[in-house]
């Protein structure tokens, strides 16, 4: 699903591109592609944190499914707008995920740095199946060749933030996602 962005009332946004109604939405159909990928199977979620905690969190209550979950940190971003370089493992996996269903679950594809390592991570630890599910697509700035097997929504190259995802872990409280005015794409004091 792709979206344009609309007015927001927010002060530190220049825009709304995907409002509450249209994440929830989005949300109860992705929840819907799980249970037809996995009927009543068990699979193993692995979010990636911080900015996949509030789409993780709604997603699953979308399934009736057996999950178990685990949490897997990165660092890539750190307090900047544009990813620096290859991502970091900061906390790793808990769970054996060999001969698992495995769904690993984040906020933004752009780079595909992150995914495409964390990814590769699990798929070494043999489990019978790894999907991804982002909310986010940001084709535009795809740097490695990776493609998710479920999105919520395509966007254009904007920095966003909300529903998770952060500038310098400010915003991530925001309902909506939204385009971080280019005055606020610095550094608080």
């Given at each position: 699903?792709?979206?344009?962005?609309?007015?927001?009332?927010?002060?530190?946004?220049?825009?709304?591109?995907?409002?509450?109604?249209?994440?929830?939405?989005?949300?109860?159909?992705?929840?819907?592609?799980?249970?037809?990928?996995?009927g009543h199977e068990e699979f193993t979620v692995i979010s990636i944190m911080n900015g996949a905690i509030?789409?993780?969190?709604?997603?699953?209550?979308?399934?009736?499914?057996?999950?178990?979950l685990d949490c897997i940190r990165t660092t890539s971003y750190g307090s900047a707008t544009m990813s620096?370089?290859?991502?970091?493992?900061?906390?790793?996996?808990?769970?054996?995920?060999?001969?698992?269903?495995?769904l690993i679950v984040d906020d933004i594809l752009d780079t595909g740095k992150t995914l495409s390592l964390?990814?590769?991570?699990?798929?070494?630890?043999?489990?019978?199946?790894?999907?991804?599910?982002?909310?986010?697509?940001?084709?535009?700035?795809?740097?490695?060749?990776?493609?998710?097997?479920?999105?919520?929504?395509?966007?254009?190259?904007?920095?966003?933030?909300?529903?998770?995802?952060?500038?310098?872990?400010?915003?991530?409280?925001?309902?909506?996602?939204?385009?971080?005015?280019?005055?606020?794409?610095?550094?608080?004091?």
């Amino acid at each position: 699903m792709t979206v344009t962005p609309s007015p927001t009332s927010h002060p530190d946004l220049a825009s709304i591109l995907v409002t509450e109604d249209q994440i929830r939405t989005r949300v109860k159909e992705l929840g819907r592609s799980l249970k037809e990928i996995y009927g009543h199977e068990e699979f193993t979620v692995i979010s990636i944190m911080n900015g996949a905690i509030l789409f993780t969190a709604d997603l699953l209550r979308e399934v009736d499914n057996p999950v178990r979950l685990d949490c897997i940190r990165t660092t890539s971003y750190g307090s900047a707008t544009m990813s620096k370089g290859t991502p970091k493992l900061v906390h790793g996996l808990t769970l054996d995920l060999a001969g698992r269903h495995v769904l690993i679950v984040d906020d933004i594809l752009d780079t595909g740095k992150t995914l495409s390592l964390i990814a590769g991570m699990i798929r070494g630890m043999k489990p019978t199946s790894v999907r991804v599910c982002v909310l986010l697509d940001k084709k535009g700035r795809r740097q490695v060749p990776f493609e998710a097997d479920l999105v919520g929504f395509d966007i254009p190259d904007m920095f966003v933030v909300g529903y998770g995802l952060d500038f310098a872990e400010r915003y991530r409280n925001l309902p909506s996602i939204g385009v971080l005015k280019p005055e606020r794409q610095e550094l608080p004091a």
